[in-house]
């Protein structure tokens, strides 16, 4: 169990830069942070591993207090591991040598296996050989991963994990690791800009703005908040009716409406295109089987079921 009690963090002279955080993750579930840039995700890993000294309010891991640099030699909390957007990668080490020089010699027969299957996880066996500095920024990610898992953790935070790494090779990568997780009741912890990325994997999500909790709780029910438009707009376009927020799925045409909008651009998005429309003053987005051309207007209503 990860357990969050209302820590507050700032550089020295700085303004805050984390307000009263407090959640609980229980052990084995995966969340997802959730925030526009400079939000405050990175500095929450980094007070949950233990790299900064929080003001005020505790981390709790596994009943055990989680203390910053101020109170231990070598930062970070040895149950965890802590993936920031550097890599932390020996460039003139090989793939193979960064992902083992955290595993022990006793036993080289067991080092090589554990090294092939990590990197079979992220799909990279076939670089094991080739020094780091020659990989590209996805392979450099993927290579992390692995190495942040060489030592079981029981938790792993992982700060935009997949940014660098290929559209095509994404989805496998997260079916893969987050199932590996799973099945070794590994807690996670990923900071995401990519609401598509909280909803594949995520049990729990955690909005923030403004270094702030703003929502808390299961996937599903964060996603379907129809009240807040900062936090619809995390998982993609949205648009204002009547009080509530519309997903494009949630919007349909009609015949007759006193729902009119007016369209402006269509998007191919492979098996039906994105609509963009304006209704007054405000976007409206749906999606429709056919390109619908700027210009048109049309007639819109709800569709919640």
């Keep these: 169990m990860l357990e969050v009690k209302n820590i507050s963090f700032a550089y020295q002279g700085q303004p805050p830069i984390l307000q009263n955080i407090s959640f609980k993750l229980p052990q084995g579930e995966h969340l997802a942070l959730m925030g526009e840039s400079g939000c405050g995700k990175s500095s929450l890993l980094k007070a949950l591993y233990g790299l900064v000294d929080v003001q005020a309010g505790e981390v709790h891991f596994q009943q055990q207090r989680v203390w910053g640099p101020s109170r231990q030699l070598v930062p970070g909390f040895k149950a965890m591991k802590y993936l920031a957007q550097d890599f932390g990668l020996g460039p003139y080490h090989t793939v193979a040598e960064n992902v083992g020089k955290f595993l022990s010699n006793l036993d080289l027969g067991y080092k090589k296996s554990r090294v092939m299957e990590l990197l079979s996880l992220v799909g990279m066996e076939r670089f094991a ?16 991963l692995a190495m942040a898992l060489a030592q079981e953790p029981q938790l792993l935070l992982l ?17 893969k690791l987050f199932s590996y997780l799973k099945a070794q009741n590994i807690s996670c912890v990923v900071a995401t800009h990519d609401g598509r990325d909280a909803l594949a994997f995520a049990d729990k999500t955690l909005i923030m703005r403004q270094g702030e909790v703003l929502l808390f709780g299961d996937t599903l029910a964060v996603y379907n908040q129809d009240t807040d438009f900062y936090t619809a707009s995390l998982f993609g376009e949205v648009s204002k009716h009547n009080g509530k927020l519309l997903k494009p799925h949630q919007i349909r045409l009609t015949d007759i409406s006193s729902w009119e909008a007016t369209v402006q651009h269509y998007y191919f998005l492979g098996n039906q295109y994105l609509i963009e429309s304006t209704s007054g003053e405000e976007k409206v987005f749906f999606y429709h089987k056919s390109p619908i051309n700027g210009g048109e ?7 919640l079921s």
């Design 129 to 144: 050989p080739l020094k780091a500095l020659n990989l590209s920024g996805g392979e450099k990610q993927r290579v992390a």
């Design 159 to 175: 700060d935009e994990p997949f940014s660098q790494v290929d559209h095509f090779r994404k989805h496998d990568l997260q079916r």
């Design 297 to 303: 207007k049309v007639c819109l209503t709800p569709c």
